[in-house]
């Protein structure tokens, strides 16, 4: 009996720490579980981001425009994990401009930019680290051109709004931007 009560007590512990510490417990189950099936993944990054990337961005059809370079880490059971695509869009530019204009026009909104860039109040950088778009393709902050927006978290009630976007555990978003002076189009997803 009383190891029964021990067993119990020891499985209650486990049970509140994963309550309090849910997203590192969600993180170490993801890191062990893509360790597992890493060996059965003979994909290419190159070849997964192929794979992910969509036709059509927000109305701009992928295949019409040039592409810089795309980057995706989405793997393993969950799929979480980030993509993006950078479009060259010089050679269409009229026609690309005639979709974005629809858009929003720039700056973004405070959420987007925390999100994509950091945000520093006070001389502390706030920003989620592992948001690693900006850094990553080295994205400036552009001045002159559109973005638009995609929530696709479950529990998004307008997928066009970012008012929500810090206020949940886990993000599940798409965001273009499109560089008017440039005619380059920065697109990125993050599920997590």
Known sequence: MKTGKIILMILIVIVCICLLFH?????IFNAFFNALVES???ISEEERA???RPKEVFGLTTSDYRIIDERDTHQGWLGDGEYYL?????QNAER???IVRKWKPLPLSQNLNRALYGEEKDGINSSYTFFSFAEE?????????FYRFLDRHSE???PEDDTELFSRYSFNFSVAIYDADSNILYYYELDT
């Not at 393709?137 to 051109?145: F, L, N, S």
């Open 23 to 27: 997203g590192c417990c969600y993180m």
């Open 40 to 42: 059965d993944m003979s």
């Open 50 to 52: 192929q794979a992910h």
């Open 86 to 90: 950078i479009l060259d869009c010089s």
């Open 96 to 98: 690309a401009c005639s």
């Open 137 to 145: 393709v080295q994205c400036p902050r552009i001045e002159h051109g």
């Open 156 to 158: 998004a009630e307008n």
